[in-house]
């Protein structure tokens, strides 16, 4: 792209790997099944971050994505971004809506896309990167997805290729391990080119699955002799995770527009998540010279991430915990590879032995001087489902705005953060998922007295929508005219003989 350097893609275990954007997105994880990370971080300087305020999301888009996308030509990014981010999908032309809910705390309302959650805003335009990069590369196969979810990627994903000419998509999801809404939201998929499949585990089992299949040569020459290449729509593909950098510098862009900050003014992010993701796209906009103080890492039960923030141990030997925040049940955090390997300083030995002692004893322990790193810029706390409620509870009765089980965790473990540090820097608090998705929890929080056991789901859509006021999407509310289609489930060691009898259909 002019103007730009030519931006390369090297694996978290092989430094000496140097692909296009294009060749990485395709193929999803490196071959050694490290994942791509950018040889270096392009930097945006204050005054461009404020010209920002006076941009579109689709043109704030295009600023970013074209700082890391440098094979894509100009046009085609605007392609992309232009068809991805419609207000028809959105709902709204801000995209990403930023929420007031007090002077130091601001909702960025990342759930007004089709399938209701965060995952829209990488899904929806991935689909675009990937068939650009299929003609790009020349790859004359087909492409077959591969997805392991929790329970919202796996929509995301299926809506966003739904009926994409050279594609299939296989979505995994734990059988046990997803809201009935997300469950309903899958398995009535339309499309002719997806499947859905429950998997007799939970979503670790389903993560470690698929990338087994991609890292099995054996399945690969499979896959080739059937017309097939292997890629993902999870976010170890840098085609998921560089979209989300976008609403991070889109927030600022908001927060200046609105007078609520001045350009410079550092803020904190606080960010419910699972695998990583999610905050890891807001270390890189940091790193690109977005103004923050502090990156809050919010978890669940499954803790894990709050553990390894304050010990520099990531031990995986632990009880899995089924929660109301069920797309952050996740014990391997795949992105926190990719940090890992900035933090040590693109270190792919180092990198490797870690998740070679992840996958052999189920845990590693960081050097002191990534540990030191690590906590100069994150903070890591968590919340369990009893005060997960209650924190939706005192939201709603304080400020009258409701909040998703996810949000809410994030809210909980802000304001923890505040008692134990004094800290008043205005805070942006990442909003995963509409409140709807997640209707039965989000009822018992605010209305613990009423009765909800003999309500099916669009019953508590309905009585959501009385006691909060919020508008039921139209995505949620027309489930119930459609026929579930997936019904087949599968254990977690034959995720690859589903796929291939979905390839031979």
């Known amino acids: 792209m002019k103007g730009k350097i030519n931006m390369k893609y090297q694996s978290t275990r092989n430094s000496n790997l140097n692909l296009d954007s294009a060749q990485a997105i395709k193929i999803g994880i490196a071959p050694d099944g490290g994942l791509f990370v950018p040889v270096s971080i392009p930097k945006i300087s204050d005054e461009k971050i404020a010209s ?19 094979d894509y030509t100009e046009e085609e990014l605007k392609d992309c971004t232009k068809n991805a981010y419609t207000k028809e999908k959105f709902e709204t032309d801000e995209i990403a809506p930023v929420y007031k809910l007090n002077e130091n705390e601001y909702i960025l309302e990342l759930w007004h896309g089709p399938t209701c959650a965060f995952k829209d805003m990488a899904l929806q335009i991935l689909p675009h990167f990937l068939t650009k990069a299929i003609r790009k ?71 470690t699955g698929v990338k087994i299949i991609f ?35 889109a927030s600022y862009a908001k927060m200046l527009r609105d007078g609520y900050i001045k ?116 903070y890591g706390g968590y919340c369990d489902d009893t005060d997960t409620k209650k924190t939706i509870k005192n939201v709603y009765d304080k400020y009258s705005y409701t909040m998703d089980t996810h949000t809410a965790v994030a809210q909980n473990v802000y304001e923890n953060y505040v008692k134990e ?28 007295d009423a009765s909800l056991d003999n309500l099916d789901e669009f019953e508590l859509l309905d009585l959501l929508n009385e006691k909060s006021g919020l508008k039921i999407p139209n995505s949620l509310g027309l489930l119930k005219e459609k026929e579930v289609r997936f019904k087949n489930s599968c254990k977690k060691e034959a995720l690859w003989d589903e796929v291939k009898n979905f390839l031979t259909k």
């Not at 979810?149 to 290729?161: I, R, V």
């Not at 008043?424 to 039965?440: D, G, M, R």
């Open 52 to 70: 920002f305020a006076s941009l579109t999301y689709v043109e704030i888009a295009n600023e970013i994505l074209s700082e890391f996308l440098t």
């Open 137 to 207: 590369t020349g790859e004359e196969k087909d492409v077959i997805i591969l997805v392991a979810t929790s329970g919202d990627t796996g929509k995301a994903a299926l809506e966003g290729f739904k009926d994409v000419d050279g594609t299939k998509i296989q979505v995994f999801y734990p059988r046990d391990g997803v809201s009935d809404i997300q469950k309903l939201q899958m398995t009535t998929q339309e499309g002719k080119n997806v499947n859905v499949s429950a998997v007799e585990g939970n979503f670790d089992d389903a993560q």
């Open 215 to 249: 890292s099995n040569d054996e399945f690969n020459k499979e896959a080739n002799s059937l017309g097939y290449v292997f890629s993902s729509a999870n976010s170890i593909n840098w085609g998921r995770l560089v979209p989300q950098i976008v609403y991070y510098f």
């Open 263 to 378: 350009n410079g003014e550092k803020i904190n992010i606080t960010v419910p998540t699972g695998n990583f993701g999610n905050i890891l796209a807001a270390y890189f906009a940091m790193e690109m010279g977005l103004k923050v103080n502090k990156l809050i890492c919010a978890s669940n039960t499954n803790n894990i991430l709050t553990d390894f923030i304050k010990t520099g141990i990531y031990d995986k030997n632990r009880k899995f915990e089924t929660t109301i925040s069920p797309s952050m049940d996740i014990l391997i955090s795949s992105n926190l590879e990719r940090l890992l390997y900035l933090l040590s300083d693109r270190d792919d030995k180092k990198v490797s032995e870690y998740m070679s002692l992840l996958n052999k004893e189920g845990k590693y322990e960081i050097s002191s001087d990534i540990k030191e790193k690590l906590t100069s810029v994150f």
């Open 421 to 448: 540090t004094g800290d008043t820097t205005k805070t942006v608090i990442a909003s995963t998922a509409n409140p709807y998705k997640f209707n039965e929890s989000v009822l018992s929080a605010i209305t613990p």
